[in-house]
């Protein structure tokens, strides 16, 4: 069975930082692209940062300059640093990938389960 498993989350002060990382396990053939997501208190859940297989990557407008994702193919997982977190960062955050499992002939999305994000002012 595939899953995504996410670790990392906390409470932090703003200005502070914190490192995400979330791992696919399971019986996989191979990982395509990987994102994470947030999602605060009554909003909608929003991308924040993207990378490809070959490590291209995309950031939402708020958080460019100050997180970076990146990713280990070899132990498919991904990461997301944040750094000068804002009160305004505080969500849970969700990682996400296209994964193709053993024997199967497409990419399915998955997502992890969440980890909450504090950050105090």
């Known amino acids: 069975q595939v899953q995504l498993v996410e670790s990392g989350g906390g409470l932090v002060q703003a200005g502070g930082s914190l490192r995400l990382s979330c791992r696919a396990s399971?019986?996989?053939?191979?990982?395509?692209?990987m994102a994470w997501y947030h999602q605060a208190p009554g909003k909608q859940r929003e991308l924040v940062a993207s990378i490809t297989y070959g490590g291209n990557t995309n950031y939402a407008d708020s958080v460019k300059g100050r997180f970076t994702i990146s990713r280990d193919n070899a132990k498919n997982t991904v990461y997301l640093q944040m750094n000068n977190l804002k009160p305004e960062d505080t969500a849970v955050y969700y990682c996400?990938?296209?994964?193709?499992?053993?024997?199967?002939?497409?990419?399915?999305?998955?997502w992890g389960q969440g980890t909450q994000v504090t950050v105090s002012s």
């Open positions: 996400y990938s296209g994964i193709k499992g053993a024997g199967s002939d497409r990419y399915i999305d998955y």
């Open positions: 399971g019986f996989i053939s191979s990982v395509n692209g």
